[in-house]
């Protein structure tokens, strides 16, 4: 069986059931066409006069229209999926049997029955029939009252049209619900499939001069546009109250709501109105960022203060991104493809007026707390809690203001590295702070003691944070900071360590002569340095750690200092047992004792242990051995240390302690190549 499919429009055909001949439906012209028989052999009218009736269409001419509809309406229409059919189903009604009693209606009754995509097919089916004859231009002017008619009828469809597309953000949660025929919901879908049909006529009858294009998807968009201005100009108010806001940042905060709740709307009821490819959340979102954006634009020519500055560059940066990454818009608005809501050339200024803002509260803040600390120190305070073990304020105080800051600044911003510029003041505030230390070192009064051990809690907290959580300053600011508490708690260790080892010096001189062979001479000094390690006690329990690990190195040291200066000559092989037995119990007391007091300095009885051994050794191969171990394990181990160790054996020759040197020297050159060293030791015990 052959057919012609219609010429007007190919790929919206549809072939008519019918036994006696095919036939072809068509969408656009909505008329039917013979494919190989003439229309009299089909039954059909073929003389045109027949149809005329007083200037226009005969009563048989409308319902020969109504017959193809009433064909074409059993098909889906072009929207059918987008929403709901509220249609009745029961009985032998097919679901259609709505759009069918449509059909029977007058062009008026579907207007007031807002059938609008109804009476956009039946405006096409006239404008078809019409121009599809009538294609000389003298022919159409004999039919000027028909065209001027068919035009009237669309500009009532169009205002009907439009006035419906102008309430769609008036949609609610009831008429998602409703199962009336002519829902808000179902009215807004007819306008919307009667907006995609009338564009396909544009497309159809273009080539004809006097139809003027409806061009009602253009009137569409730009009714939204207007609908959204509207909106944006006249938010609702927050029923809740917004608190003690300027008024700027009411309007600006009424605003963004009435974005949010318009776009949930939009993305669960409204889309549903409208085919996939229309994409009408995304164009929704456009709208309200252009609108938003433009409103915005006026807000950041004027000159704003702080406040408003920062609420401005929050809903820039923070919450309007904010709303559109909630999950029940992301999927629909492509976010990335809106853009920010503010230009870079008015974002800079405003950023800039807020980060010197921050930057100057920061100094201001810090300045204040420093300040009030010397203030105490003055007044001959101590640091509070007992024994004052407990830190002080200045770094915990600063650091949470640091903290809360950047973090601020990362929001209100929208960028951490813009945020860590806030940080710049620390640089002078540690300076400051140097400097206030060095006062209470050199004024030396009663309770300076005691703020020297809080600042080592506070020195040790400030190190912590710039180098755990570095994205809170830049990289200039965290080299600056961190070389200057490495030179405050090294002052700080100075000034707490070097009167005890002041005090200790008369037990010092003992070690390595003959008296300290005797037992009791290093047990005085572990009585002194225990006495001492009770002042030593510090603020926090890490820089009390360090402190006494420190004193627990530089003693070890003067231990070996005070060995190597060879004051004690170990003639045979007895005295030299017995010297190494001395020497391991003295590690071992040493550690054990500063490793009570806190001290994790393990190493430092493994040194002692190592030279005990060189003491005890006979064979010179053995003591090769020896010296290539502690050597391999400590290479800041010299020459001179090696030489004056040796000499403590006056049984070794000049010969064999040259050996033994070279052997070393061997070692060290392999090693100081490609081995990481330990914590320096014999580096800082001078030998003459």
Same mark, same amino acid.
């Given at each position: 069986?052959?057919?012609?499919v219609?010429?007007?429009?190919p790929?919206r055909?549809?072939?008519?059931?019918d036994?006696?001949?095919p036939?072809?439906?068509?969408?656009?012209c909505l008329?039917?066409?013979?494919?190989t028989?003439?229309?009299s052999?089909?039954?059909l &009218?073929?003389?045109p006069?027949?149809?005329?009736?007083? %200037? %226009?269409?005969?009563?048989?001419?409308?319902g020969? /229209?109504?017959?193809?509809?009433?064909?074409?309406?059993?098909q889906?229409t072009?929207?059918d999926?987008?929403?709901n059919?509220?249609?009745?189903? =029961?009985g032998?009604?097919?679901?259609?049997n709505?759009?069918?009693?449509a059909?029977?209606l007058? /062009?008026?009754?579907?207007?007031?029955e807002?059938?609008?995509?109804?009476?956009s097919?039946?405006?096409?089916?006239?404008?078809?029939?019409?121009?599809?004859?009538?294609?000389?231009?003298?022919?159409?002017?004999?039919h000027?009252?028909?065209?001027?008619?068919?035009?009237? =009828?669309?500009?009532?469809?169009?205002?009907?049209?439009?006035q419906?597309v102008?309430?769609?953000?008036? @949609?609610?949660?009831q008429?998602?619900?409703?199962?009336?025929a002519?829902?808000?919901?179902?009215t807004?879908?007819?306008?919307?499939?009667?907006?995609?049909?009338?564009e396909e006529?544009?497309?159809?009858w273009?080539?004809?001069?006097?139809?003027?294009?409806s061009?009602w998807k253009?009137?569409?968009? !730009?009714?939204?546009?207007?609908?959204?201005?509207? &909106?944006?100009?006249?938010?609702?108010?927050?029923?809740?109250?917004?608190?003690?806001?300027? !008024?700027?940042q009411l309007?600006?905060?009424c605003?963004? &709501?009435?974005?949010?709740e318009?776009?949930?709307?939009?993305?669960?009821t409204?889309r549903?109105?409208y085919?996939?490819?229309?994409?009408?959340?995304?164009?929704?979102?456009?709208?309200y960022?252009?609108?938003?954006s433009?409103?915005?634009k006026k807000?950041?020519?004027f000159?704003? =203060?702080d406040k408003?500055?920062?609420f @401005?560059? &929050?809903?820039v940066?923070?919450?309007?991104?904010?709303i559109?990454?909630?999950?029940e818009?992301?999927?629909?608005?492509? !976010?990335?493809?809106?853009g920010?809501?503010?230009?870079?050339e008015l974002?800079?200024?405003?950023?800039?007026?807020?980060?010197?803002?921050q930057?100057?509260e920061?100094?201001?803040?810090?300045?204040?707390?420093?300040?009030e600390?010397?203030k105490?120190?003055?007044?001959g305070?101590?640091?509070?809690?007992?024994?004052?073990?407990? @830190?002080n304020?200045?770094a915990?105080?600063?650091?949470?203001?640091?903290?809360?800051?950047?973090t601020?600044?990362?929001?209100?911003?929208?960028?951490?590295?813009?945020?860590?510029?806030?940080?710049?003041?620390l640089?002078?505030?540690?300076q400051?702070?140097?400097?206030f230390?060095?006062?209470?070192?050199?004024?030396n009064?009663?309770?300076?003691?005691?703020?020297?051990?809080?600042n080592?809690?506070s020195?040790?907290?400030?190190?912590?944070?710039?180098?755990r959580?570095?994205?809170?300053?830049?990289?200039?600011?965290?080299?600056?900071?961190l070389?200057?508490?490495?030179?405050m708690?090294?002052?700080?260790?100075?000034?707490?360590?070097?009167?005890?080892?002041k005090?200790?010096?008369?037990?010092?001189r003992?070690? %390595?002569?003959?008296?300290?062979?005797?037992k009791?001479?290093f047990d005085?000094?572990?009585?002194?340095?225990?006495?001492e390690?009770?002042?030593l006690?510090?603020?926090a329990?890490?820089?009390?750690?360090?402190l006494?690990?420190?004193f627990?190195?530089?003693?070890?040291?003067e231990?070996?200092?005070?060995?190597?200066?060879?004051e004690?000559?170990?003639?045979?092989k007895e005295?030299q047992?017995?010297a190494?037995?001395?020497?391991?119990?003295?590690?071992?007391?040493?550690?054990?004792?500063?490793?009570?007091?806190?001290?994790?300095e393990?190493?430092?009885?493994?040194?002692l242990?190592k030279?005990?051994?060189v003491l005890?050794?006979?064979?010179?191969?053995a003591?090769?051995?020896?010296?290539? !171990?502690? %050597?391999?394990?400590?290479?800041?181990?010299?020459?001179?240390?090696?030489?004056?160790?040796?000499?403590?054996?006056?049984?070794?020759?000049k010969?064999?302690?040259k050996?033994?040197?070279?052997?070393?020297?061997d070692?060290l050159?392999?090693?100081?190549a490609g081995?990481?060293?330990?914590?320096?030791f014999f580096?800082?015990?001078?030998?003459?």
């Amino acid at each position: 069986m052959s057919s012609t499919v219609c010429a007007c429009f190919p790929r919206r055909a549809y072939r008519l059931k019918d036994l006696s001949a095919p036939f072809v439906s068509c969408w656009s012209c909505l008329s039917i066409r013979k494919s190989t028989r003439s229309d009299s052999e089909m039954g059909l &009218r073929s003389d045109p006069d027949g149809l005329q009736n007083q %200037g %226009g269409r005969s009563a048989g001419g409308e319902g020969w /229209f109504r017959g193809a509809l009433q064909r074409i309406l059993r098909q889906p229409t072009p929207n059918d999926g987008g929403v709901n059919n509220h249609s009745a189903t =029961d009985g032998n009604q097919s679901p259609n049997n709505e759009n069918l009693d449509a059909v029977n209606l007058t /062009f008026e009754q579907l207007l007031e029955e807002k059938h609008f995509y109804e009476a956009s097919l039946l405006l096409t089916s006239r404008e078809n029939h019409l121009f599809g004859e009538l294609t000389e231009e003298v022919s159409l002017q004999l039919h000027k009252d028909e065209i001027d008619k068919l035009a009237a =009828d669309r500009r009532d469809l169009q205002t009907l049209v439009l006035q419906t597309v102008q309430q769609t953000l008036q @949609l609610s949660l009831q008429d998602i619900n409703s199962e009336a025929a002519a829902s808000p919901l179902t009215t807004l879908t007819s306008a919307v499939n009667a907006i995609y049909q009338q564009e396909e006529q544009d497309q159809l009858w273009k080539h004809i001069k006097c139809r003027c294009p409806s061009n009602w998807k253009k009137l569409h968009d !730009s009714t939204l546009r207007a609908l959204v201005a509207s &909106r944006m100009d006249a938010p609702s108010a927050d029923p809740a109250g917004l608190g003690e806001q300027s !008024s700027l940042q009411l309007d600006i905060h009424c605003m963004g &709501r009435q974005l949010k709740e318009d776009l949930l709307l939009v993305v669960n009821t409204v889309r549903r109105c409208y085919p996939p490819e229309a994409d009408i959340c995304h164009f929704y979102a456009l709208l309200y960022h252009q609108t938003f954006s433009a409103r915005l634009k006026k807000i950041a020519d004027f000159v704003l =203060d702080d406040k408003d500055c920062t609420f @401005l560059l &929050r809903w820039v940066n923070d919450y309007y991104p904010g709303i559109l990454e909630k999950p029940e818009l992301a999927s629909d608005i492509n !976010s990335a493809a809106l853009g920010k809501l503010l230009p870079k050339e008015l974002l800079e200024p405003l950023e800039e007026q807020y980060l010197s803002k921050q930057k100057d509260e920061l100094a201001t803040y810090m300045g204040r707390v420093l300040e009030e600390e010397r203030k105490k120190w003055n007044k001959g305070h101590k640091p509070s809690g007992d024994d004052s073990c407990d @830190l002080n304020p200045l770094a915990y105080d600063i650091i949470q203001f640091i903290n809360g800051m950047v973090t601020a600044g990362n929001v209100v911003t929208g960028s951490l590295d813009k945020a860590q510029r806030i940080t710049w003041p620390l640089t002078d505030l540690v300076q400051r702070f140097k400097a206030f230390q060095e006062d209470i070192i050199m004024q030396n009064r009663p309770n300076s003691k005691a703020y020297i051990k809080a600042n080592l809690g506070s020195i040790e907290q400030f190190r912590d944070v710039i180098q755990r959580k570095e994205d809170l300053f830049p990289k200039k600011v965290q080299r600056t900071c961190l070389t200057v508490l490495t030179e405050m708690k090294q002052s700080a260790h100075m000034y707490l360590l070097s009167p005890v080892h002041k005090l200790l010096k008369p037990q010092y001189r003992k070690l %390595g002569t003959s008296d300290w062979l005797k037992k009791n001479v290093f047990d005085k000094l572990l009585d002194s340095i225990e006495q001492e390690l009770q002042e030593l006690q510090c603020p926090a329990k890490s820089s009390h750690q360090e402190l006494i690990g420190l004193f627990h190195q530089e003693v070890t040291q003067e231990y070996v200092k005070r060995l190597l200066r060879v004051e004690v000559k170990l003639k045979d092989k007895e005295q030299q047992q017995a010297a190494c037995t001395i020497m391991m119990d003295n590690a071992e007391s040493l550690h054990t004792l500063f490793t009570r007091m806190g001290s994790k300095e393990d190493w430092l009885k493994e040194i002692l242990i190592k030279i005990a051994e060189v003491l005890k050794l006979q064979d010179i191969p053995a003591i090769q051995v020896q010296m290539v !171990s502690l %050597g391999s394990a400590y290479p800041d181990l010299r020459e001179k240390h090696v030489s004056a160790l040796l000499k403590l054996k006056t049984n070794i020759s000049k010969g064999d302690r040259k050996t033994i040197k070279e052997t070393l020297s061997d070692i060290l050159k392999q090693t100081s190549a490609g081995t990481v060293s330990r914590q320096p030791f014999f580096s800082k015990i001078e030998v003459k």
